[in-house]
């Protein structure tokens, strides 16, 4: 499968081969996976890419394991076997539980289950869900939040 | 909008009446969310899904905020209006800081991103990645993780 | 909302007026919805698909409102507002029961949560449930199934 | 594949073996396919998901076929490959038709290819399909419809 | 894998034959791809799917390339793994440079990156965007657009 | 609706601010639109997106119309009300005629069709449409593609 073949090292171009050893230092590995040495044919997008989702993975407010979960729970609603396989594998890594994965399964069943649901019967939003827009008058949580 | 207008309580079979009162207590609120009252149309639905939602939302290893932002995730992902923003005000009610949500969106984000990226491309999953499976004689995480 | 103004009849270019001449008359009503005076602004779009709704909905060995029910399925997996409205109003108007409708979204909401739950985790199609591929020597249900 | 390596019945918590031999004696066969097996992992997950799946799929007003054919409507919507293959499977079993199956995926293809349409136009929902909600006046076709 | 095992020229019934050699002599080639050979099961489906296929891919004025690179957007935001496979190798074979493919790629990743914030935000649609609809008196682009 | 009110520029961040100076200055106009002002309580995901987003759309290989309509097509694909308006008003301020959206819609339409088909169909990719991949040892169309 795949239509751009992963590259090996010696095959890529300089700009893309500079990314490749970011990745590789920031991790602290030995070979990075597929997903990068695919993007590597086109060195704009693995630049724009990593430099990303190093931003948005880095250290915050949301525990690390949280946040690899938040990306399982996107990669299966978009149902990406790559993304599915490769970060529940990270999740694991950075120590989500069983007992963890077994609630994450839960909630994406049921949120799945709830939004097919919600659609079919096409629900009037509540009027006290809607913060802000311009036919609410109500106080929006907080003027700034990042 | 809808296609199963919000009933009144009044307007309830008991089946139905029987499973907004006990949401109503669950929740401490004074009346439930338009979603229910679609539902209440079709009593067996509404009994399964509140059931099976007090289930799966119940504390457990994770954080309730968490659960509340992994529903997010989830409904974002799969554009559903009304969990979007009934999901969101939760996450809020229960803590869920401007931070936090900002790192969500984020993260929703970005995954979206990579997600179609790798179905695009199609890449081959990386053996590291695979756990149990017919083709794969390598020992997964844990037998058991609920 | 709308992309394209949805046009009344003397906007409407000949080709198209055809079109929304044959639709009224199939169905018998006075007007059309706003679906295809909208598709009318491109008549060569209007009638594509026009006649492959017509062949696609017409008698066959499903009953009618077998066919709009599972039209509403789609649609509510794929979350189209407009089609989860219209194909519901016109599965009632060939007498879909509210028992039936009942049952459907049960469905619909079921799937959705094992479709996610299976696409979470990319579960192994058993070899029982393949037929023909070229992996496969079992023999298929049927050599021609139209 | 699989995050999750289907197991065997020694290698299940008992909570999840007793689920397993349910589902078993209700289908009457030897074993099952590797959606439950995966899922044993997780007892109460399997749990929840066997009780509401039996309970959606029990006679009913529709036809065991039909509920079938909903299924894989849903489940090729949402692109589930597992859920596609056991749910077409479990409708031949159950007598789908040859041409049956050659109507659903008539369709399965229709419908997806007016919903995309719908929403790239965003065509506003007509005033006839709207029933209950907050700005309709007009009357819903029942109060109840389990 | 497939629920319909690709057949060859001497399995199919007549009118599927038929088509089979209508896309040979269209394409000049000497065997059709499996998607054809798996649909000619369904005699009706393949002609109307064919026909459908022809009209709107066939020359217009849009370039053929950018024909096709418009069928893997919506192939990869849909996730169809078939599709993406063979939409890439026609589109190369059409010209597609690898520039080409590259800023497609982005285009498909940063709208899906967009496309999940602005469903997470819900960001109500600016008045300047809307054209015709009931509540806009905005004159829209053009009457008649094909 | 929206879960993040717009701000109006007298109540952003500075760093928002700067960002959506940037916007107006880039695209010669008097205000942004609301998905810019939402995002501006957000400031760090504000400025991420806009940076990939004026790089991802800046001039290269492909026409600027062709770049809109490619997002179009995706954020029909995703069903993004939001991004389907935006886009549409995009490309039509950059020349997009009503042939070429008639064309437009057409594949976005046949597309949804046969990935619809294909994802229930669960077609087998034929072996000409691979390329790279461990399993295969056809040559790629080329090493590098940016």
Known sequence: MATLRPLEKDEMAPEARAV?????????????NNFWKA????????????DGLKQVMSPGELDP???????????AANNC?????????????????PGQYAELLAIVAMASQTNALANAL?????????????????????????
């Open 20 to 32: 490749i050893d970011e990745i590789k230092a920031a991790r602290g590995v030995d070979d990075v």
């Open 39 to 50: 993007l590597a044919h086109q060195p704009a997008n693995l630049r724009r890419i990593w």
């Open 65 to 75: 394991v949280v946040k690899e979960m938040l990306y399982i729970a996107v990669s």
């Open 81 to 97: 076997d790559y993304c599915v396989h490769s970060h529940t594998a990270s999740a694991r890594a950075k120590g989500m539980t």
């Open 122 to 146: 096409k629900v009037p939003v509540d009027e006290e869900f809607l913060v802000g827009g311009p036919r609410s008058g109500r106080p929006e949580p907080a003027a700034r939040s990042d």
